[in-house]
């Protein structure tokens, strides 16, 4: 699953966008059967995976996924206004600290059934601005908090203030776990870490690592330059326009580190050269 390979992509975004409990959720995709034997083949998991993967927590560790993160991850870093779903109880006394998300043009990559690709239309505004979205425990795209609080989860990666994982964990977990398959989803031999991305465009360090988010955002980790970088928006523009639009900030924050970083970052590829469609 922290791969992408585990053989249950997400068919379409309903039981992302339902107002279901975890547990029936949890159900309904493990009584998905599986499209591939696990580990042979790759296709992003961004919820099925990322909500099996709260369940095992839940199994292991006897709590829910929500409190779990809340007492050993922000606990611990100091990190008091991110939730993985925001109770209704809690949504009126934050207002408008819960910024609403705005559709401008995106699009969700589907894939058919007989493999094609398709971009449709998905306006986010109507489903992720309801209370029942707000409140969901959704680990698959659910956080809600300050991007400097994102940050401060990044540099405790680091090494930076309170070490929330071994060094060595860090190490492997950016580490390439996943490489020369290409993603069914996105049609590319895009190279993995364990739940983390080691691959992202605008010309970044190479061992960098971190997390894109729905055509809206990107966090990432450099430790060659000891750089963390979070970038958030909350207007949801196409696939294309989104990645251009982190291509663009990512390239002018490694730019104007000076350079020393440009003499060994990777090239800033542009998007028509590497995915072969223009901006």
Known sequence: MLTHTGGFPNADTKLFDADLPYGEVVARIAASPARWEPGTDAAYHPSSGWKILGAIVERVDGRPIDRYVREEVFAPLGIENMRLGIPREEQPTLGDRIAPVYWRGHVLPVVDADGSLQMVPYKVDQ?????????????????????????????????????????????????????????????????????????????????????????????????????????????????????????????????????????????????????????
Do not use: C
């Open 127 to 279: 489903l992720h601005n309801e209370p029942h979205f707000i409140a969901k425990v959704e680990p698959g795209g659910g956080m809600r908090g300050p991007a400097r609080e994102l940050g401060r989860f990044y540099e405790s990666l680091l090494g930076m203030g309170h070490p929330l994982l071994e060094p060595r964990t860090v190490e492997v977990m950016g580490a390439v776990h996943r490489h020369g398959i290409k993603d069914r989803l996105f049609r590319q031999n895009i190279p993995w870490g364990l739940g983390v991305q080691v691959a992202f465009t605008g010309g970044t360090g190479r061992r960098v690592f971190g997390h894109g988010g729905m055509a809206s955002s990107r966090a990432l980790a450099d430790p060659e330059f000891g750089l963390v970088m979070v970038v958030v928006s909350n207007g949801l523009a196409g696939f294309v326009e989104a990645e251009q639009r982190l291509f663009e900030v990512t390239d002018a924050v490694y730019s104007a580190l000076g350079d020393d970083v440009a003499r060994t970052r990777q090239r800033a590829v542009p998007l028509r050269e590497l995915y072969g469609f223009s901006t």
